[in-house]
C-alpha cells in the first residue's frame, strides 16, 4: 500500500478526523457519527495513539452526548458563546440559511467534511473565547440543536440587528446577549 495511493485518502480523512475528535475530547458516539468508524476501531485509535501521550492523558468521556438546550440560554454570557459558534457554523458552510430565514444544513458535504468543519468551528471558537465554556461535545449538541431538532433558532437583535441564539419555545424579547452585556457593563461602572 501506497500512502499516495488516491484510493486510500478517504479512509485517512476519516483517520485524521477520528485523531482530531479524541484530542478535543470527542465520545466514541461523536466520533462514529461522523467518520463511519466502529465504536471497537475509535477505542483502539485512542488506546494506540492517546493513552500516555508525554505522560499526560487525554480524557475520555462516557456516555451519550449532553442534549440539554439550557445550556446555551441560561445566561447572556453562555447564550453569546452559543452565537459565536452558531455563527462560525455558517462562516465555515457547515450551516446556510434556509427560505424561511432558519438555519439549516448544508446538504452537499458529507460526514466527513461535516466533522472536520465542526473541528475549524471549535478550534476558531476556543481561539475567539478567553474562557470557553462550551466543549466539543456541547458543540456537537448545539449543532444538532440548531440544525436537526430546531430547538434553538438564529433571531435578530431589534437594538443592534445582530443574530443570537433563541430557544424555540421560550419568549423572545428581540435583544441579544451582547447587548445585554454592554448594559450590564455600563451599570456597573456607572455605580
Avoid at 463511519?36 to 477505542?43: A, I, L
Avoid at 499526560?56 to 441560561?74: A, D, E, H, L, M
Avoid at 424555540?168 to 454592554?182: I, K, V
Wanted: one cysteine or more; charged letters at 25%; glycine letters at 4%.
Amino acid at each position: 500500500m501506497r500512502i499516495t495511493d488516491n484510493r486510500y485518502a478517504g479512509e485517512l480523512n476519516k483517520f485524521d478526523l477520528a485523531m482530531r475528535m479524541i484530542q478535543h475530547e470527542a465520545r466514541t458516539g461523536t466520533i462514529k457519527a461522523c467518520t463511519g468508524f466502529s465504536e471497537d476501531r475509535v477505542r483502539k485509535i485512542y488506546s494506540t495513539y492517546f493513552k500516555k501521550r508525554n505522560g499526560q492523558q487525554v480524557k475520555r468521556k462516557r456516555g451519550k452526548s449532553p442534549s440539554q438546550i439550557t445550556r446555551f440560554v441560561s445566561s447572556s454570557i453562555r447564550q453569546s458563546e452559543a452565537t459565536v459558534l452558531a455563527c462560525l457554523f455558517l462562516y465555515f458552510d457547515l450551516a446556510a440559511f434556509d427560505q424561511r430565514g432558519r438555519i439549516a444544513q448544508n446538504l452537499s458535504i458529507d460526514k466527513t467534511s461535516m466533522g472536520q468543519r465542526l473541528c475549524q468551528a471549535y478550534e476558531n471558537y476556543l481561539l475567539i473565547q478567553p474562557n470557553p465554556r462550551l466543549s466539543f461535545e456541547w458543540t456537537w449538541n448545539l449543532y444538532h440543536c440548531l440544525i436537526h431538532n430546531q430547538e434553538l433558532y438564529l433571531a435578530w437583535c431589534d437594538d443592534c440587528g445582530c443574530p443570537y441564539v433563541q430557544d424555540t419555545y421560550a419568549l423572545d424579547y428581540q435583544r441579544c446577549p451582547f447587548c445585554d452585556l454592554a448594559d450590564h457593563r455600563a451599570i456597573e461602572q456607572s455605580r
